[in-house]
């Protein structure tokens, strides 16, 4: 007999209901193709950042001059995205290191397999660090593991000192945090440096905040410092069979589940 | 706007479920959202019907659970409920804490039905 009317079963055929407990993050998903994309990186000895800001804060201003003071050092690549325009692949590739350009059309974020096929088109092998960077926004890119290792915000002076109150999510989720454009402070009432780091520590973050301006050479110094230190460290770590994991791989206390990556022949055509 | 992107990953996630059960529909989706977790669940809403439309979960009924805020204290080791714009200890005020919920985006249940031969 039917469940729902008591009718016959040859009238129509019954329906039951049935609950199932998940408990599984939404993006494990994205985050499974992170963590491969992190193993690949980390097999050919790549340090990987994901640089995030908002829309001209100076994310590849400060690419530039990291590039120029850096690429005799070490061999660089860069994954830029944008919604439209190569513009900034071709900054990058002036300054005669590869850049692959996502151009994500009207998506406000880069995700993880984005970055998989664009790590299809670089020569992996001939790369020590790689810079993503992200589509500026302070909202979205926050919300996805691409598999790189840590995570950079920026914040131009000329943004405000109260961002990171207004935006935690993104600021919550910085490794490092670089106060860029300083040397417009002396023209701005909105922006103390002290106060600007407050904020971030009120969301409980510890990660270092460096100050400077690509305009002004010698306050580039403590950025490069922590560059090379990290490269070390990264260095370190895999020799012990670890990696840098960046900070939004979630905490929160349902999510103890681990995702783990399996190959899947789908994300590879 | 990236809800979009997250319902879709909802969607795929809630079908693989469905199908792993021979369910004929999804009817009910719950979610756990945490205020830090960077989803605003109206916007949510909002894309679910898009996310969803012709797959087992089109009309599925999507329940939102917001997870509050709390932080546990690594310097008195009290835990402490927590606002967005600051998550230090509201007992000793210590910036150095650990988030214990309020940054999950989590499916938690999933409710389908089940066509009996």
Redesign the interface.
Known sequence: MCITCGCSPSKHSASKKKVVDVFEKVLSNNDSLAARNRLILDQHNILCFNLMSSPGSGKTSLLEVTIEQLKDQYRIAVIEGDLETENDAKRIRDKGVPAIQIVTGSACHLEADMVFSALQKLDLPAIDLLFIENVGNLVCPASFDLGHHQNITLLSTTEGDDKPAKYPVMFRAADICVFTKTDLLDYLDDFDVHQAEINLRQLANTAPCIPLSTRQPQSMKAWFDLLVQTKLQHQQKLKQQKTFLPKMQKEGKTLHKETHYEPTSTVLA | ??EL??CN??V???TK?AQS?H??AV?HIY??V?L????EPQLLQQAFPFASAETLADNAELHISM?PLE?RCLECFQTSKVT?????CSHCQS???????????????????????
């Open positions: 706007m990236h992107s997250i990953s909802l795929s996630q809630v479920v059960h369910a004929s009817t979610l756990n945490g830090l977790s960077g989803v997870e932080v967005m714009q600051n998550l230090s910036w150095k804490t650990q988030l214990l919920s309020g940054d999950e985006l989590t499916l938690a249940r999933v409710e389908l039905k089940i066509d009996e031969d």
